[in-house]
């Protein structure tokens, strides 16, 4: 079955880095679009990033737009979160997920629910 386990997680000072790498077993990885979500406490859960299969199309929040950078290596099979500058607001549970369906909207990179599957989440904490 496909598992994906995220790792990379942990404390950090608010300005510091952190990179979350995300390994996938079980699916084809260089036919699905990876993404990255992230939930807060008492929040709803967020898109941050996606990267397309090639990884020749990349997809940003506003809010980590010029801070964080998504990359993929195939052969690996595994995402990656370079999370720079961080901020306490960027303190929550960060998920990757995979897409096996072709996205025809951009919209769609956008939204869980197109994701079919997920990792368990890793914990990141931003302290002040």
């Known amino acids: 079955q496909v598992q994906l386990v995220e790792s990379g997680g942990g404390l950090v000072q608010a300005g510091g880095s952190l990179r979350l790498s995300c390994a996938a077993s079980?699916?084809?990885?260089?036919?699905?679009?990876m993404g990255w979500f992230r939930q807060a406490p008492r929040k709803e859960r967020e898109f941050v990033a996606a990267v397309t299969p090639s990884g020749g199309y990349i997809y940003k929040a506003d809010s980590v737009k010029d801070r964080y950078t998504i990359s993929r290596d195939n052969a690996k099979n595994t995402v990656y979160l370079q999370m720079n500058s961080l901020k306490p607001e960027d303190t929550a549970v960060y998920y990757c997920?995979?897409?096996?369906?072709?996205?025809?909207?951009?919209?769609?990179?956008?939204?869980?629910?197109?994701?079919?599957?997920w990792g368990q989440g890793t914990q990141v904490t931003v302290s002040s």
């Open positions: 079980g699916v084809t990885f260089s036919s699905v679009t």
């Open positions: 997920a995979a897409a096996r369906r072709a996205f025809y909207s951009g919209s769609d990179y956008y939204k869980a629910t197109t994701y079919d599957y």
